[in-house]
């Protein structure tokens, strides 16, 4: 099975910018896309964008034009740049993949006005 560890969260003042990694291990070769999620307090799990093993990208439209989801190999690391960060960008940010495997522990991001 694939396991799923994000990190890069932090805090940060609005308009600024962080960098989230998704490292992957486990059964890689099976990966084909990978997503990334977000979830506020109170509030449901938001798909935000995602890569696939051929390159191919998409955004919600709460995100695109702000972040970027990158990576030099699917199968190993995957990347969210988020750039002119607002306040109610702030929660735990998570990865997965498809189909959806157990959900990690997630990166928590905290933007303050």
């Known amino acids: 099975q694939v396991q799923l560890v994000e990190s890069g969260g932090g805090l940060v003042q609005a308009g600024g910018s962080l960098r989230l990694s998704c490292a992957a291990s486990?059964?890689?070769?099976?990966?084909?896309?990978i997503s990334w999620y977000r979830q506020a307090p109170g509030k449901q799990r938001e798909w935000l964008a995602r890569?696939?093993?051929?390159?191919?990208?998409a955004y919600a439209d709460s995100v695109k034009g702000r972040f970027t989801i990158s990576t030099r190999n699917i199968r190993t690391t995957v990347y969210l740049q988020m750039n002119s960060l607002k306040p109610e960008d702030t929660a735990v940010y998570y990865c997965n993949t498809s189909p959806v495997v157990p959900w990690g522990q997630g990166t928590q991001v905290t933007v303050s006005s």
């Open positions: 890569i696939s093993s051929g390159g191919s990208t």
């Open positions: 486990g059964s890689i070769f099976s990966i084909k896309t």
